[in-house]
C-alpha cells in the first residue's frame, strides 16, 4: 500500500511539530501539511487530498469539530483522529459520530500514538486489497478494538495508566520544575524505584528529558523535565 499522506492541524506550533516528528516515526505515513488554524486546515484538506488528518479540538477562532463536520459536509474522503486535552464524554461521543477513527487524550504518549496510527493503517491496507466485503471482513473491521483509550492501548506492561496520569498532571501543575525519582515518588506516595520506573518510561516516550543535579555536597541526581516541545 502506498503511504498514507497526512496533515495536522494544531494551534500549537509546538504540538505541531511534535506530531510531525511522531507521525514520522511510524512507518507508511508522510506529513504533507501543517496547519496551524482552522482555515488553513481546510483549505491544506481540499487542496492536498490528504487520506488522513490528525485534529485538535481547541482552536482561538472555534472547533476542530466544526472543521471534521464541514468536511463531513462536503463530502471530503478523509480519516480523522482526534488529539485534544478535552475529556468530556459528550465531546468523544460526538467525535465518534463524526466518524472519527481514534480519539487520543493530551498529553500524547508516543506509544499510544503510534498504535493507533499502525491500526489505522493496517485498517486502510485491509480495505484496498478488497473490492467487495464479506461479513466476516466487516466485523473484523468494524469490532476490531480501534477506539482504545490511553488505558487500554499503547502502555506496555508493568506501566499502571492512573500511576501514569498522575506523574503527568505533577508535571502539567508545575511547568518548568524538573522532578527526581525520590520527589516524585513523595508527589505522588509512591516508592522511589516505582517512580522511577514510570519518568523513565516517559523519557524513553519523549514526554520527559533528564539532566544531572550535582547538588550542594557533589552527589549528582537525575532530575526529570517535561518536555519543552509539550
Not at 511539530?17 to 507521525?23: D, I, M, S
Not at 488529539?83 to 504518549?109: H, M, W
Not at 493507533?116 to 476490531?144: G, N, P, W
Amino acid at each position: 500500500m502506498k503511504t498514507i499522506k497526512t496533515v495536522i492541524v494544531e494551534d500549537d506550533i509546538k504540538i505541531s511539530e511534535l506530531h510531525r516528528r511522531f507521525t514520522e516515526k511510524v512507518s507508511g505515513f508522510e506529513v504533507v501539511g501543517i496547519a496551524n488554524t482552522l482555515k488553513d486546515g481546510e483549505e491544506m484538506v481540499e487542496i492536498l487530498e490528504p487520506e488522513l488528518v490528525l485534529l485538535d479540538l481547541f482552536f482561538p477562532e472555534g472547533s476542530g469539530m466544526d472543521l471534521l463536520w464541514n468536511m463531513r459536509k462536503k463530502g471530503i474522503s478523509v480519516d480523522i483522529i482526534l488529539i485534544t486535552a478535552s475529556k468530556d464524554v459528550n465531546t468523544l461521543q460526538e467525535a465518534l459520530r463524526g466518524g472519527a477513527f481514534d480519539y487520543i487524550v493530551k498529553p500524547v504518549i508516543f506509544d499510544r500514538f503510534k498504535s493507533s496510527l499502525e491500526k489505522f493503517y493496517s485498517y486502510r491496507t485491509e480495505l484496498s486489497r478488497h473490492s467487495v466485503v464479506e461479513q466476516q471482513m466487516i466485523d473484523q473491521i468494524i469490532h476490531s478494538p480501534r477506539h482504545e483509550t490511553a488505558d487500554e492501548a499503547g502502555v506496555p506492561k508493568g506501566i499502571d495508566p492512573i500511576t501514569l496520569r498522575k506523574i503527568c498532571a505533577v508535571f502539567d501543575d508545575n511547568s518548568g520544575k524538573g522532578f527526581s525519582a525520590e520527589e516524585m515518588g513523595t508527589m505522588i506516595k509512591a516508592s522511589r524505584n516505582t517512580a522511577r520506573r514510570y519518568l523513565e518510561y516517559l523519557l524513553s516516550s519523549g514526554y520527559l528529558y533528564a539532566d544531572i543535579d550535582y547538588g550542594t555536597v557533589g552527589r549528582p541526581e537525575r532530575v526529570f523535565y517535561r518536555n519543552d516541545l509539550r
